[in-house]
């Protein structure tokens, strides 16, 4: 952080007397907000994102300004404040639709996933819908998934269980592909979460499903995504409970860790379980983009 903070003196200096480089400026200002995310500042990096907004508007530049604008949307959602995160996603789309294209399928994910915390499925699956196929076409593999498991996830709340099955699938064969473990089986518990949904929707619960959420279980302890595996285990729970093993729902629940955070349902509710549908906070960058100024 040192070194970030003397650059950003020696950089301000020099604008100060008319020479030096803005965007390079402002891209500090985003790496900075990065160091201050990772020791747990948000305001901090907010605080630093828009003076990079700031420097952007001033200077007119380039795509620096549209993506830290864009950060501090993600740190709302992050954190919660899904009217400053919409919000921010909104005028990050507008000026990507405007002035970069290319960024906009990202800014509708992220913007879907804000509307799908907000409980907006139709909303949020709108814009997936517009983005997945520009994802395709970028080659932007792992957005690609992650829209799909979102779409899973709009699916789930509205009750479309067999499409939430064929996107949770299709998001886990592409991060099998790409080698992401974490998201594959956060993929994994989207398709289980419809798997459950359709089981206590027939109130015929297959006698292997409960052993299939608690392996998946397992595999998100070890992945360490502590609310994901609480989620997983509950499902387990209420499959045994309708199927009438109440030994068996009570030595699982005695299994399940306690949330570092109070959960926020990502995939939907099924069966009446809430939870995270791919890992929080702490398992995912807290920044859309680490690299702004190089856009």
Known sequence: MRVLDSAVRHLETGLALGVGDPDVLAGLHVNRSLVLIERADTAGAVAELRRSVDLAERYGL????IKARHNIGYIAYMTGDLPTALRDFEQTARECAARAPSLLPVVRL?????????GLPEEAARHLEDALPLLRKQRAGQDAAEAEVTLAASALLEDRVRDARKWARSAERRFIR????????VAALAGLRAETATALGADRVPGSLPAVAVKLAEELRGLGLVDETA???MLAVRLELRRGDREAARSLLAQVPRPGRPPRSTTGCCGGCAGPSWPSPTATAAARWPRPGTG
Do not use: E, P
């Open 62 to 65: 380039g795509t620096v300004g």
């Open 110 to 118: 992220d913007q879907a996933r804000a509307l799908l915390a907000a």
């Open 178 to 185: 790409r080698g992401n473990q974490r998201w594959a089986a």
């Open 231 to 233: 989620l997983a285990l």
